[in-house]
């Protein structure tokens, strides 16, 4: 849809989008505490709380980080498991005047005390005593400021925030070489909630989310802020969230009826859930295969497509999953997304592709302590002056049905299972190894679908050409997701005519050399390991995690092993093994301790109306 105000390649979005700025989110928590005080808020794996209880524990620990010196714009860190401590702590950061800063727990501590100094934080929240962060920097648990009552004489501050105060400060991967952050306004998340709701993504009636996200990826957002609107959230715990069929019953105890997941995660959830009601599905962090949608669309399961960059807070475009195969869909109300060329002028013609800038209230400030990157990928929006647009680096054509899809990348980064990563990182750990000279990193297809970071390094005369430890050392600088698959030695890095290494060019990863398992448990362990994994062969000495495995892949181990063998087998069986016979040994036990346990019926909830 188009109108004379706005270019033709600009998407208009559907609905009023009037001049008011949403209520804010602390506001519309306020409103949900005293409507439903004993409404559950919470769920999770150490217990649950009430609205009631939740606007106490919030009010304490606001108390205390503004004792500690916290103000409004100030950054708190938030170092913490998926526990009900989590959303207390999010919120205790918003009512004291801050934004929050999540350090995730499972990262190296050497990333995370470089997030916490580079943010500049004033407080961390922790139950850690010495979590990894500057020296100085006060340390308060969750707990803190508690037990006391809150009335009318005792309650935290009423902050109530400007649309312009930060919100939260997330760090994505960086393409040189450091994580960067991102820092988004309460206006644009108050925005992401109230826009969602007049697409008809959030029905009316009160809804049970499952946080599934981890807090440090801005998919998360989207999932934890509807407890302001009043639903109550369950927080699906690491064990759970590891093991499908465990979550399956998790998302039937609770009755969760909105459930956020990349098309990866589902299509190890489906199975599981086949015989019950599915929640609505709210799916994102990487495209959407064809396979996939058709599954969905023909199924009659309620399900949403969305788009968007961490710099526009979560998600800007959207579509439900019906009718023809993967899009992107339109706008949400109040967002303006240009298809442009280089030249910035609008991309018209069905089929041509341009690159997508994204307008609107839900753009961020920009990277705190960048302000060159900043003016990069923050422009004038020459459609609407005195405005800024994002440029999103994505490409995207139109098709002659005026659908828009999603084509590619102009740049390096990648999404790979629901991660964004900037190949620059990567390259940039790799190349501070002691030995390295020279790296270089790709996105090799192990198999069909099955996208994999794959590194490349030169190393310096004399030094040992041991992959494997080079592997082991940049786990301790990176996050599981950064680190790649594997990683090849090579004499030289190839090069293009002007001196730049020819990525193209890079050879296949090595692969094991081929050995032929024993036949029985044995054989089959290690079939379903080649399978999923992608590789030829593989060997009783191979660790899973060098092959390439990753945590989607060990779930479908686990899983195909379940069914081929009938055995009671758990995630951590695979997750604590040394290698390819250690893990089989284990499978073996399990095979000797009997068929595996009829897994518990699932309660289909009731549909909401």
């Known amino acids: 849809m188009t109108t004379t105000a706005e270019p033709a390649a600009t998407v208009q979005p559907t609905g009023p989008t009037g001049p008011a700025a949403p209520a804010d989110l602390l506001t519309r928590l306020r409103a949900a ?42 950054r708190v860190g938030v170092h913490l498991a998926r526990t009900a401590d989590l959303p207390v702590a999010l919120l205790a950061a918003w009512r004291a005047g801050a934004a929050y800063v999540p350090l995730d727990p499972a990262y190296p501590a050497e990333r995370i005390a470089f997030m916490a100094a580079d943010a500049g934080l004033a407080a961390v929240v922790s139950t850690d005593a010495a979590p990894p962060v500057p020296a100085g920097v006060p340390v308060l648990r969750p707990d803190a400021g508690a037990p006391q009552s809150v009335d009318a004489g005792d309650a935290a501050p009423d902050f109530t925030p ?36 007049r697409s008809g993504a959030y029905r009316p009636e009160p809804a049970v989310v499952g946080w599934n996200a981890s807090v440090s990826f801005d998919a998360s957002v989207q999932q934890w802020v509807r407890i302001c609107r009043g639903d109550t959230l369950v927080l699906i715990d690491d064990a759970r969230r590891a093991d499908p069929a465990r979550l399956a019953v998790l998302l039937a105890e609770h009755g969760v009826t909105d459930l956020d997941l990349t098309p990866s995660h589902w299509q190890l959830l489906r199975e599981p859930l086949a015989g019950a009601r599915v929640p609505r599905l709210f799916m994102g962090g990487e495209p959407v295969p064809e396979r996939t949608w058709r599954e969905l669309a023909d199924g009659g399961i309620d399900a949403f497509n969305l788009y968007g960059p961490t710099e526009c807070t979560v998600d800007a475009i959207t579509a439900p999953i019906t009718g023809p195969g993967p899009h992107l869909g339109e706008p949400l109300p109040g967002v303006r997304a240009h298809l442009l060329d280089d030249r910035l002028a609008p991309v018209t013609a069905p089929g041509a592709v341009g690159e997508l800038y994204l307008a609107g209230p839900g753009v961020a400030h920009g990277y705190p302590g960048h302000p060159g990157l900043t003016a990069g990928r923050f422009v004038a929006d020459p459609f609407t002056p005195g405005t800024r647009m994002y440029r ?3 490409q995207a054509r139109r098709t002659a049905d005026g659908l828009l899809e999603y084509v590619g990348r102009v740049d390096r980064q990648v999404k790979l299972r629901g991660f964004r990563i900037e190949p620059g990182e990567v390259e940039h750990a790799l190349a501070a190894l002691d030995g390295v000279s020279a790296a270089a990193v790709t996105v090799h297809e192990a198999a069909p679908g099955d996208l994999r970071l794959a590194g490349y390094v030169v190393t310096t005369a004399g030094a040992g050409a041991d992959a494997a430890a080079l ?13 790649p698959a594997t990683v090849t030695v090579l004499d030289a890095l190839p090069l293009t005519p002007n001196g730049k290494v020819d990525h193209r060019a890079l050879p296949a990863p090595a692969a094991a050399e081929e050995a032929a398992p024993a036949g029985g448990i044995d054989e089959q362990v290690a079939e379903v390991w080649r399978t999923v994994l992608g590789v030829p062969a593989v060997e009783p000495t191979d660790d899973f995690l060098s092959l390439g495995g990753h945590s989607l892949a060990a779930l479908r181990v686990v899983h195909l092993l379940r069914r081929k063998l009938n055995v ?42």
Not at 39 to 61: I, K, N
């Open 471 to 483: 592997l082991v050392a940049l786990r301790r600088t990176l996050p599981a997701h950064l680190v």
């Open 162 to 197: 400007d649309p312009l105060d930060s919100a939260y400060v997330i760090y994505t991967s960086g393409s040189t070489g450091r994580p960067k952050g991102v820092e988004v306004p309460h206006g644009a998340v108050a925005h992401l909630a109230a826009a969602l709701e």
């Open 392 to 394: 999103t680096g994505d």
């Open 33 to 74: 505490v005293a409507a439903h005080p004993d409404r559950p808020a919470v769920h999770a794996v150490d217990g649950s709380l009430d609205f009631a209880a939740l606007d106490r524990r919030t009010a304490a620990l606001a108390r205390a980080l503004r004792a500690r010196g916290v103000r409004r714009g100030d």
């Open 568 to 609: 009671e087998l758990q995630l951590r069986h695979l997750l604590d093994a040394a290698d390819l016979a250690a893990f089989t040994a284990a499978v073996r036990r399990a095979t000797e301790a009997g068929p595996a346990a009829p897994r518990p019926a699932l309660t289909a909830r009731r549909a909401a109306r």
